[in-house]
């Protein structure tokens, strides 16, 4: 049971902490509630799996609302809020996040080529920034348990689109197992462990 030395983290061609960021758009009531693809209880528990797992291995995250500041529509759910604690977020007009500079100057400090991504709506506040990023040469990768559409079809025709563009298509549980990579790297894995199996306690947060 040898493992071969691990890889650059920076250069590998795999999701490491190290080459990552995550990037959380759009969990805010409205669009939860207009999600039609997947259970609204299980997109909150989803998408505060990945961003705990985001957590637990110190992968950058950039958050961002739309219509906060006009009064359009209210702030990220407070479940989510909860466990993001302090983090900044960037409120937009746009739809496209990617078309709003103080986004998109947020992920470019982060240095990361590697956008590991989850928004809501998947047809629009997800697929648009995939698109762009990758025409500027990001890799983009979709959460898609913790992501969801106005319809069913809408969701899978948007995924359809993003990954025939180029998206690498990703779940919870396999961005867990591409950040650990190894049992041996051992001051994560009772997080992994914790954050996968308990995953349904993260809704009742306030």
Request: proline fraction near 5%; glycine fraction near 4%.
């Amino acid at each position: 049971m040898t493992s071969f030395p691990r890889r650059d983290p920076v250069d590998d061609q795999l999701l490491t902490p190290e080459n990552s960021a995550l990037l959380v758009i759009d969990y805010q009531p409205t669009q939860i509630n207009s999600i039609a693809s997947m259970n609204h209880f299980q997109l909150i528990n989803n998408i505060i799996t990945t961003v705990r797992l985001a957590q637990l291995y110190k992968v950058p995250i950039v958050l961002s609302t739309v219509n906060v500041t006009s009064g359009r529509n209210k702030d990220t759910i407070p479940q989510l809020k909860s466990v993001l604690g302090d983090q900044p977020s960037i409120d937009r007009t746009s739809i496209n996040a990617w078309q709003d500079e103080d986004f998109v100057k947020a992920v470019k400090a982060t240095g990361r080529k590697k956008l590991v991504i989850a928004a809501l709506w998947t047809e629009a506040c997800l697929t648009f920034p995939s698109l762009d990023a990758m025409r500027e040469g990001y890799d983009v990768y979709p959460v898609v348990d913790a992501v969801g559409g106005t319809s069913t079809i809408a969701h899978e025709t948007a995924l359809r689109r993003v990954e025939q563009a180029g998206a690498q298509l990703v779940s919870n549980a396999q961005l867990a197992c591409e950040w650990q990579r190894d049992w041996n790297r051992g001051e994560t894995v009772p997080g992994f462990v914790k954050i996968l199996l308990d995953a349904g306690d993260f809704i009742n947060l306030e």
